[in-house]
């Protein structure tokens, strides 16, 4: 989940708390701007460690309140003495892998040049029971209704607080079909090839973003029986062909769950001004130099489990795919002559879609639509991930 943007309703209630019904431009100093904001787990299990930093940048930008910190140095430490490094990996992200012994205990330092040091409270790590059962359903009868995917678990003693992350990956279609493409080099029409070309099918990959929390202890057994975790619009492309969700589920500290609780009203409840405010969020990241500087975060450690399961278009009954991405799309109605082909199709904004067969047989002309109706790649990959199964 990207705790960042979670934290943005923090600073609305806290405008709109001050301001009620009236205009207020907040004078805010330039260290409560600048808090440090730490997401991510420590794996022992074999799996990616991954660490994202950010620090919150100006409220007067809607689009990007927060800025990525690529300049860090950060490292994993265990109690008993040894160092992992976790390199930059892209813009804020840090990430390896190892195999760590999970009766160690463990903290994260992040060394920022123009800071100092941060560091993580000493961290226990819990070993995540598997995830039995990743199902769908509807969230009604209705054959129009949207489908929930939930997932099953028993906790345990040690582990009754859980968190899920999630990647779904899908199979889509653009609104136009073609198997054509123009060919600067021959100067006119020809057919793709479909081995590397294709431009008709594509796959398109999202994570989640949202909180997804559960305590077992509230529940006989501690069985978590079918948690929704995510719900899909009746009409959603993920469900075009085939679809597939990789869940990870990590246990997690009571002190971490009453993070992520605190984070999840609040931004079910934005702009109520008796939501909590960011005063009330623990922390588990501390400065250890002399400056005022803050961080926010909460950062655990331990083996997670995770599962990948498939769903085909007919799992899910009756289903019309609609995306307003291809709204309007259709075929050009003016046919393009073969003469005309180079000055039409050459730039790539037009593609040819279909032929037209002259009166008396051969190719008269073509009949294209914008690249944002027939290329797919526009919105994902035409190369099968290595680990889809058709």
Same mark, same amino acid.
């Given at each position: 989940?990207?705790?960042?943007?979670?934290?943005?309703?923090?600073?609305?209630?806290?405008?709109?708390?001050?301001?009620?019904?009236?205009?207020?431009?907040?004078?805010?100093?330039?260290?409560?701007?600048?808090?440090?904001?730490?997401?991510?787990?420590?794996?022992?299990?074999?799996?990616?460690?991954?660490?994202?930093?950010?620090?919150?940048?100006? $409220?007067?930008?809607? @689009?990007?309140?927060?800025?990525?910190?690529?300049?860090?140095?950060? +490292? /994993?430490?265990?109690? !008993?003495? &040894?160092?992992?490094?976790?390199?930059?990996?892209?813009?804020?992200?840090?990430?390896?892998?190892?195999?760590?012994?999970?009766?160690?205990?463990?903290?994260?330092?992040?060394?920022?040049?123009?800071?100092?040091?941060?560091?993580?409270?000493?961290?226990?790590?819990?070993?995540?029971?598997?995830?039995?059962?990743?199902?769908?359903?509807?969230?009604?009868?209705?054959?129009?209704?949207?489908?929930?995917?939930?997932?099953?678990?028993?906790?345990?003693?040690?582990?009754?607080?859980?968190?899920?992350?999630?990647?779904?990956?899908?199979?889509?279609?653009?609104?136009?079909?073609?198997?054509?493409?123009?060919?600067?080099?021959?100067?006119?029409?020809?057919?793709?090839? $479909?081995?590397?070309? @294709?431009?008709?099918?594509?796959?398109?990959?999202?994570?989640?973003? +949202? /909180?997804?929390?559960? !305590?077992? &202890?509230?529940?006989?057994?501690?069985?978590?029986?079918?948690?929704?975790?995510?719900?899909?619009?009746?009409?959603?492309?993920?469900?075009?062909?085939?679809?597939?969700?990789?869940?990870?589920?990590?246990?997690?500290?009571?002190?971490?769950?009453?993070?992520?609780?605190?984070?999840?009203?609040?931004?079910?409840?934005?702009?109520?001004?008796?939501?909590?405010?960011?005063?009330?969020?623990?922390?588990?990241?501390?400065?250890?130099?002399?400056?005022?500087?803050?961080?926010?975060?909460?950062?655990?450690?331990?083996?997670?489990?995770?599962?990948?399961?498939?769903?085909?278009?007919?799992?899910?009954?009756?289903?019309?795919?609609?995306?307003?991405?291809?709204?309007?799309?259709?075929?050009?109605?003016?046919?393009?002559?073969?003469?005309?082909?180079?000055?039409?199709?050459?730039?790539?904004?037009?593609?040819?879609?279909?032929?037209?067969?002259?009166?008396?047989?051969?190719?008269?002309?073509?009949?294209?639509?914008?690249?944002?109706?027939?290329?797919?790649?526009?919105?994902?990959?035409?190369?099968?991930?290595?680990?889809?199964?058709?």
């Amino acid at each position: 989940m990207k705790i960042n943007q979670l934290l943005y309703p923090f600073i609305i209630s806290m405008l709109l708390l001050v301001s009620c019904r009236e205009p207020y431009d907040p004078e805010i100093n330039q260290e409560d701007l600048g808090i440090l904001v730490v997401e991510g787990h420590i794996e022992t299990g074999g799996k990616a460690t991954m660490i994202q930093l950010s620090t919150t940048g100006s $409220l007067n930008d809607q @689009r990007s309140p927060f800025m990525a910190i690529s300049n860090a140095v950060v +490292t /994993i430490e265990s109690q !008993s003495g &040894a160092t992992y490094p976790l390199p930059a990996i892209a813009d804020g992200q840090y990430s390896a892998t190892y195999t760590l012994p999970n009766d160690d205990l463990y903290r994260l330092n992040i060394e920022i040049s123009d800071q100092g040091l941060y560091q993580s409270e000493w961290l226990t790590p819990l070993i995540t029971p598997t995830i039995e059962d990743i199902g769908v359903k509807r969230k009604d009868e209705n054959e129009r209704a949207d489908v929930e995917l939930y997932v099953s678990t028993h906790g345990e003693e040690d582990t009754r607080f859980f968190t899920w992350q999630y990647e779904e990956t899908w199979i889509f279609n653009p609104a136009l079909l073609t198997f054509l493409k123009f060919d600067p080099e021959l100067d006119s029409v020809v057919y793709r090839d $479909l081995r590397t070309e @294709r431009i008709d099918r594509c796959w398109r990959t999202e994570v989640s973003n +949202t /909180i997804n929390i559960a !305590s077992s &202890a509230q529940y006989q057994d501690d069985y978590i029986y079918e948690k929704v975790i995510q719900t899909m619009p009746f009409g959603s492309e993920k469900f075009t062909q085939r679809y597939s969700i990789l869940v990870h589920q990590t246990a997690i500290p009571k002190e971490a769950f009453t993070f992520y609780e605190t984070l999840e009203k609040n931004t079910n409840d934005m702009g109520d001004i008796f939501s909590p405010l960011p005063s009330n969020l623990n922390t588990n990241i501390h400065f250890q130099g002399n400056g005022d500087y803050k961080a926010i975060g909460m950062v655990t450690a331990g083996a997670s489990a995770s599962k990948r399961v498939f769903f085909d278009r007919l799992d899910i009954g009756h289903w019309i795919v609609s995306n307003p991405f291809y709204a309007g799309c259709a075929l050009n109605y003016d046919t393009v002559s073969v003469a005309e082909a180079p000055q039409i199709f050459s730039s790539g904004r037009e593609i040819p879609v279909v032929i037209i067969e002259g009166a008396v047989g051969g190719v008269a002309g073509y009949r294209g639509g914008s690249r944002r109706c027939t290329d797919c790649t526009l919105r994902g990959s035409n190369t099968q991930p290595d680990f889809w199964e058709n």
